[in-house]
C-alpha cells in the first residue's frame, strides 16, 4: 500500500508575482510488503500559473519535467517495506496566485504480484509559500525562513584587515549580499571540422620493447609521475603517442594508458616521427585537430546511470587527464563513445564531453550497446576554454580565496546548529546555511601551473564536499516524522562534527597557501626578497645573504622552495643545503634570473647521505645580477612515504685566497651552527696533499697532490670533462684515479 502526501503541509497561501516556492512530496510505502514486480510511476501536475524549476532532490526517482507535469518513476523493488522516498523542486509563480494547490497521483495502470494489499492513496499538495516579498531585504539579525531551501544571491567576498579572524556570529538565514569576483571571460576556440564524428584514431605503425627489467610505466610524461605499471625485459607495445620533447611515448597495457621513457625502449617497427604528439596535462585526447573532450551537443539513444556515486568526468580515458566536471550520483548521460578495452566511455554531462571510468556506470541497454559505441569517441563541438593563462593564473587565485572565506560562513554556522544539538538541544529547521559549490578550474590554467593549482582545487572540493554533506545530514534529518523528544542520536551529530572539524582544517591549509600567494601578487618585496617572475607566474622569494642560513620546510602541500642572492662578475660562490630533520631528499639548482633552465649548479641529499647534506662547491659568477636557487623534492612519489622535513640553506663567497669555507652542522647539542674548517697554511714540500683553497685554478696549484685534494674537497673548476682527473694536461699528466683500471690492471695512485 503507497501514499503520496506533503511532508510538511500547511494552508494554500497567496503568491506575488516572481515569488518562489518549494514542493516536497514524500512517497511511502506503508504495507509489510516490498514492491517486486514493475517500475512505479508517479505524475505531479503544478497549476499553470507557475513556472517549475531544478528537481533538488529526488531519491531514487528519476524525473522528468514537460510543461508543468512533474513525472517521476523508479525502478522495481526500490521501495521496500515501510520505507519513504523524497521529491523536492522549486515553483516559481508567473502571476499573482491564491488558494492554489499541486496535484500528486501515481499513475494507473499499476498492478505487480502484491496486488491483493495494493491501494494507492494520492493527496492533492498545499504548496509552501515564502513570505510575499519581491526582493530580499539583508536585516542585522537571522530571521527565520518560510522556506526549507532558500535561493540566495551569488555572494562575494570583501577583504577584512585580518582574514585569519572568525568572528562569532549568529546563524545566518539569509546571505550578507556581496558579489563573487568571476573568472575571467574566456573566448572558445574555432570548432573542429570534424565535430560530432567519430574519427578513428590513427594507428602509428610502431612497436617497441622494454630492454631491461623492471620498466617504470608512469601516468603523466614526467619523472616522479605515478607509476601504474612495472615491466620486464622484453615486453612488446604498440605506441599510441609521442610526447613534445621526444622523451617518452604513450602505450596501452590492457586499457589502461601509461607513459614510458625513451631510454628504455626499443623501436622494433615503424618510425616514431609517425606518431601524433600528446599529453595528458596540456593536449586535449585526440589532439587539437580532433579532440575528444571538450563541449558537445550530441546526444545518444544510449545511455548510463550513476547507480551509487558520484563520478569526475575527465578530458581522457585515463586519470592523468584533467577533470573537466563532477557528476553527481543517480545522474544519466548519453554515452557518445568508448575504448578498445572498455574500460573508459565517453559520455555527454550536460554538455561536457568528457571520459568516465566503466566500472561506475550502469549501462542502461544492457552491456551490448558497447560494442555499438565508436572507438576513441566522437569529436568536440569546441574546447573548453581558451584564455591568456598569466593573467587566468592570477584571477583564480584571488576566487579560490575569496569562496573559501564565503564557505567559511556555511561551515561556521552548521558547526554551531550540529554543536547546539550535540549540547542537547532540540532540532530547529528550515534555517539551513547555504550549500557551498565545487569549483573546477579552467583546464589551461589548471595545465600551466599544476604543481600549485591541483592539491589547491583538490582539497577545496573535498572541504565544499564535506560542508554540504554536514548541511545535507540536517536537511534529511528535517526530512523526516521527528520523535515526541526531537533529539538526534550521537552517532549522526559525532559524524557531522567530523565532516565539520575535516573541512575546517582544509579550509585553514587553503588559506594558508592562498593568503601569502594572493598577497604577493601587488605587493613590493622588502630588502629581504625577491619577486622571481617565469611563464607569467610571479612569486616573491626570500634572500639569501653571504653567511647567514635560512632554513625552511618541503611536504606534500609545498614540495618546492625558491631563494634569491644577488651575484657579481669575478664571485665564486658556494652553496650547502643541510637536511635537518624528517624523510625528505632535496635538490637545490641555482640559475640566473635571466635564464632560468640554464643551470650554474646543482646537488641533491638522497636518503643515503650520511651527514646529510650536499653542496655546490664552486658557482663561477659570469654577469651581475640576481640568481634563483630552487629547492625541490618532486621525486616523492616513488617513495614509500610523502615527504615532510626541514632543511638548512647556507651561501658562502670563496673567492680568491682569502675565501671562506663555512659550511653547515650540528653542535653537541644538535643545535644547527656554521663551522669554518681550518685549512693549513701552505708550505712547499711540506703540505702538498693539501688543498690551499677550494676556488683555486690549476694554474694556482703548484702540484697534482693539491689538485687531487681540492677535487675530494668539492672544487668543479679543476676537472672540466668529469673524469676524476683534475688538472690532468697540467699538473696530473699520466694520472690515473683509483677507482679508473689501466688497461688489464687493477688502477693505481
Do not use: H, K
Not at 168 to 190: D, E, F, G, K, N
Not at 274 to 296: C, K, Q, S
Request: proline share 8%.
Amino acid at each position: 500500500m503507497f501514499s503520496v502526501s506533503a511532508i510538511s503541509s500547511q494552508a494554500s497561501t497567496t503568491f506575488v508575482q516572481n515569488t518562489s516556492g518549494t514542493v516536497t512530496v514524500l512517497v511511502a510505502n506503508i504495507s509489510a510488503l516490498d514492491t517486486v514486480d514493475v517500475p512505479i510511476p508517479l505524475q505531479i501536475t503544478v497549476p499553470s500559473a507557475f513556472t517549475v524549476g531544478a528537481i533538488t532532490r529526488s531519491d531514487n526517482f528519476t524525473c522528468v519535467t514537460a510543461a508543468n507535469v512533474v513525472t517521476c518513476t523508479i525502478a522495481a523493488g526500490s521501495i521496500l517495506a515501510g520505507n519513504t522516498e523524497t521529491i523536492i523542486f522549486q515553483i516559481t509563480a508567473t502571476t499573482v496566485a491564491t488558494g492554489v494547490t499541486v496535484a500528486a497521483a501515481l499513475v494507473a495502470p499499476w498492478t505487480d504480484a502484491n496486488n491483493a494489499n495494493n491501494t494507492r492513496t494520492s493527496s492533492a499538495l498545499d504548496i509552501v509559500a515564502p513570505t510575499a516579498t519581491p526582493t530580499r531585504t539583508p536585516t542585522p539579525t537571522a530571521s527565520p525562513s518560510s522556506s526549507p531551501f532558500p535561493t540566495f544571491p551569488v555572494p562575494t567576498f570583501t577583504p577584512t584587515t585580518n582574514p585569519f579572524l572568525v568572528t562569532p556570529s549568529a546563524i545566518p538565514v539569509t546571505a550578507t549580499a556581496t558579489i563573487i569576483p568571476q573568472p575571467p571571460t574566456r573566448t572558445p576556440l574555432p570548432r573542429p571540422a570534424n565535430a560530432g564524428l567519430a574519427v578513428p584514431l590513427p594507428n602509428t605503425g610502431v612497436r617497441v620493447v622494454t630492454n631491461r627489467d623492471d620498466v617504470n610505466v608512469r601516468l603523466v610524461p614526467a619523472i616522479g609521475a605515478e607509476v601504474v605499471a612495472y615491466l620486464p625485459a622484453g615486453y612488446d607495445m604498440a605506441v599510441e603517442a609521442r610526447s613534445a620533447d621526444n622523451e617518452w611515448v604513450r602505450v596501452d597495457l590492457s586499457g589502461q594508458q601509461g607513459w614510458v621513457g625513451f631510454p628504455v625502449i626499443t623501436v622494433i617497427e615503424g618510425d616514431l616521427n609517425n606518431a601524433p604528439v600528446a599529453d595528458p596535462r596540456t593536449i586535449p585526447f585526440g589532439g587539437w585537430e580532433n579532440p575528444r573532450a571538450g563541449l558537445t551537443s550530441v546526444t545518444s539513444q544510449y545511455t548510463g546511470r550513476l547507480a551509487n556515486s558520484g563520478i569526475r568526468v575527465r578530458g581522457g580515458p585515463s586519470q592523468g587527464y584533467p577533470v573537466l566536471a563532477n557528476a553527481p550520483r543517480y545522474t544519466v548521460f548519453s554515452l557518445l563513445g568508448r575504448t578498445a578495452a572498455n574500460n573508459w566511455v565517453q559520455v555527454n554531462f550536460e554538455g561536457t564531453l568528457g571520459w568516465v571510468a566503466s566500472e561506475f556506470v550502469e549501462f542502461q541497454q544492457g552491456l551490448g550497446v558497447l560494442d555499438l559505441l565508436p572507438i576513441g569517441g566522437i569529436v568536440a563541438d569546441a574546447l573548453p576554454v581558451s584564455e591568456p593563462t598569466g593573467d587566468a593564473y592570477n584571477d583564480t587565485l584571488s576566487l579560490l580565496l575569496a569562496r573559501t572565506n564565503i564557505a567559511q560562513e556555511s561551515l561556521d554556522a552548521i558547526r554551531a546548529i550540529w554543536t547546539q544539538i550535540a549540547l542537547g538541544n532540540r532540532v530547529e529547521c528550515g534555517n539551513y546555511p547555504a550549500r557551498p559549490s565545487d569549483y573546477n578550474i579552467p583546464l589551461p590554467v589548471l595545465s600551466a601551473f599544476s604543481a600549485t593549482l591541483t592539491p589547491l582545487e583538490r582539497d577545496f572540493n573535498q572541504a565544499m564536499a564535506n560542508i554540504r554533506a554536514a548541511i545535507d545530514g540536517l536537511i534529511d534529518i528535517c526530512s523526516r516524522p521527528q520523535p515526541a523528544e526531537g533529539y538526534v542520536g550521537q552517532a549522526v551529530v559525532v559524524q557531522a562534527l567530523d565532516l565539520v572539524n575535516a573541512a575546517d582544517g582544509l579550509l585553514a591549509n587553503i588559506r594558508a597557501i592562498l593568503t601569502p600567494l594572493v598577497n604577493d601578487l601587488n605587493r613590493v618585496p622588502t630588502e629581504d626578497e625577491c619577486r622571481f617572475t617565469y611563464n607569467n607566474q610571479s612569486e616573491i622569494v626570500p634572500r639569501l645573504r653571504i653567511g647567514q642560513p635560512r632554513t625552511a620546510s618541503l611536504s606534500t602541500r609545498r614540495y618546492v622552495r625558491g631563494f634569491c642572492f644577488d651575484g657579481g662578475v669575478g664571485q665564486t660562490l658556494r652553496l650547502e643545503i643541510l637536511r635537518t630533520s624528517g624523510n625528505i631528499e632535496p635538490q637545490v639548482t641555482v640559475s640566473p634570473f635571466s635564464n632560468p633552465t640554464g643551470f650554474l649548479g646543482t646537488a641533491r641529499i638522497s636518503g643515503q647521505t650520511e651527514p646529510p647534506q650536499a653542496s655546490i662547491a664552486s658557482i663561477t659568477i659570469t654577469e651581475t645580477g640576481q640568481y634563483i636557487v630552487i629547492v625541490s623534492d618532486l621525486e616523492w612519489n616513488s617513495r614509500t612515504l610523502p615527504p615532510d622535513g626541514e632543511f638548512a640553506i647556507l651561501l658562502s663567497d670563496v673567492s680568491g685566497a682569502g675565501g671562506s669555507l663555512s659550511g653547515l652542522g650540528f653542535d653537541a647539542s644538535g643545535n644547527l651552527v656554521i663551522t669554518t674548517p681550518t685549512i693549513a697554511a701552505f708550505t712547499p714540500g711540506v703540505n702538498t696533499g693539501v688543498c690551499p683553497n677550494i676556488s683555486y685554478t690549476c694554474a694556482q696549484l703548484s702540484t697534482c697532490e693539491q689538485a687531487r685534494a681540492c677535487l675530494a674537497a668539492g672544487s668543479t673548476t679543476i676537472d672540466g670533462d668529469f673524469d676524476g682527473i683534475p688538472c690532468e694536461d697540467y699538473l696530473c699528466t699520466g694520472f690515473i684515479p683509483t677507482n679508473t683500471p689501466a688497461g688489464g690492471g687493477t688502477g693505481n695512485e
